[in-house]
């Protein structure tokens, strides 16, 4: 069983739309949780962490659901800029960030 | 704003070489990373280093991986003996405090011919 999966997409959106990701995670012992956005090529960057009661950051909203062990991105008014590869992750006990394989996004005008 | 930076970009070997990856993580960081990530396949975990030790590895850090630093500011990562499944990319990453927050390099690509 994959520890992190996600949807693997691509969802191909138009600019101004809202789309949802979502993730699982399978160690109901998982500490910490978030989203990292990484462009073709480049290095993971952290877009946000996501906290139990939710949380908001400009456009982007993430939340947690620890009983369901499922983890949620969406993302408003959908930017050119915001086409990458969304990567759910999570930590355990120990020091390592474990990924999912990514959900791709491509926004076209 | 400080940044983790990695040489060489992009490196090519024959099997059976020995490379090594080279990092600067963020000067006030205490926590190091490497990861690797094969074309189309997910991050994984290789190691992480805190206080010149090894802190935790995964299945993937076998006897032909090292990690080192060397001095106050590079972190190394040797591959004794390239086998052609370890071509992928690898990213350093540093961390201020302990899950605060994981910065990563731009990586460092690597072919094994």
């Known amino acids: 069983r994959k520890e992190v999966e996600q949807d693997p997409g691509p969802f191909n959106v138009p600019e101004g739309a809202t789309v949802a990701f979502n993730c699982t995670y399978s160690?109901?012992?998982?500490?910490?949780f978030f989203w990292y956005r990484q462009d073709c090529r480049k290095e993971p960057k952290l877009l946000m962490s996501v906290y139990s009661s939710g949380n908001e950051d400009g456009r982007f909203t993430a939340q947690l659901n620890r009983a369901s062990q499922y983890i949620s991105l969406l993302i408003r008014d959908s930017k050119l800029s915001d086409s990458a590869t969304y990567l759910c992750?999570?930590?355990?006990?120990?020091?390592?960030?474990?990924f999912g394989k990514g959900t791709t996004l491509s926004v076209s005008s | 704003e400080p940044e983790v930076t990695q040489t060489p970009s992009h490196q090519v070997t024959q099997m059976g070489q020995e490379v090594i990856l080279r990092c600067v993580p963020i000067?006030?960081?205490?926590?190091f990373y490497w990861y690797r990530q094969i074309l189309g396949q997910k991050v994984e975990f290789l190691v992480s280093?805190?206080?010149?030790?090894?802190?935790?590895k995964s299945e993937i850090f076998d006897d032909q991986f090292s990690v080192e630093r060397p001095d106050g500011s590079n972190f190394t990562l040797k591959i004794r003996s390239t086998k052609l499944e370890d071509s992928a990319m690898y990213f350093c990453?540093?961390?201020?405090?302990?899950?605060?927050?994981?910065?990563f390099g731009p990586g460092t690509r690597l072919l094994v011919l």
């Open positions: 000067s006030n960081h205490l926590y």
């Open positions: 992750v999570v930590t355990q006990a120990g020091t390592a960030l474990i």
């Open positions: 990453a540093s961390e201020r405090e302990l899950r605060e927050t994981q910065y």
């Open positions: 280093f805190y206080n010149n030790e090894i802190s935790e």
């Open positions: 160690n109901s012992a998982s500490q910490s």
